[in-house]
């Protein structure tokens, strides 16, 4: 029997819309979905595990992976951190026909579709500026200027909804979730 390699699904949106709470209720209800792990140069946020949340690597390492070509995406984001998806994983899931998610960046999202145009590419939006506001300073891991920073950026993201196959408003993780679902054509096992 031969399988046929599964469509990637690559989930984008501004800091703080709540793609990492939209990507773990996703995996606690559909565990068959892989999702990737990206590596960062960025350091841990209490509770984040090396290898589950994130790859934690040194500047160096992450050059080094650039050079190699061992990323199939990579950005600075907010001006600082370096984050990329490891490409051999999403090529191993895709190719054994497991259902892949990419929980990325909006300059992530575009390298992809330029890589992989096949791929399914999802925007989670706010239900407003205000709100997502509110979720960054209600998280409490940045501190007033890299709030200020990551909402700077949050506004040119928003602007690229457009650029993306389908948008999911992310006013109630569950509602926005079984969206995601639906549009990955995913049933429960």
């Not at 370096?82 to 899931?93: F, L, N």
């Not at 259902?99 to 096949?118: F, H, K, N, T, Y």
């Not at 949050?154 to 909804?161: G, H, K, P």
């Amino acid at each position: 029997m031969t399988t046929t390699p599964a469509r990637l699904t690559v989930l984008a949106g501004p800091t703080a819309v709540g793609k990492g709470t939209v990507s773990a209720d996703v995996r606690a209800r559909f565990p068959q979905v892989w999702l990737s792990v990206s590596a960062t140069t960025r350091s841990p946020r209490p509770g984040e595990i090396d290898g589950v949340h994130y790859h934690f690597v040194s500047a160096d390492e992450f050059d080094r992976m650039v050079a190699a070509g061992d990323l199939l995406e990579w950005a600075v984001v907010h001006g600082r951190n370096r984050y990329g998806t490891p490409r051999g994983p999403v090529e191993a899931r895709l190719a054994a026909g497991e259902p892949a998610l990419l929980e990325i960046d909006l300059q992530g999202a575009r390298q992809v579709r330029a890589s992989m145009p096949d791929a399914r590419f999802v925007f989670l939006a706010p239900p407003s500026f205000a709100e997502l506001e509110r979720r960054l300073v209600g998280r409490g891991t940045e501190d007033a200027e890299e709030r200020e920073r990551r909402l700077t950026t949050a506004r040119v993201e928003l602007a690229a909804e457009s650029e993306f196959d389908h948008v999911v408003v992310n006013d109630d993780v569950h509602r926005a979730t079984d969206e995601l679902i639906s549009i990955m054509g995913i049933a429960s096992r």
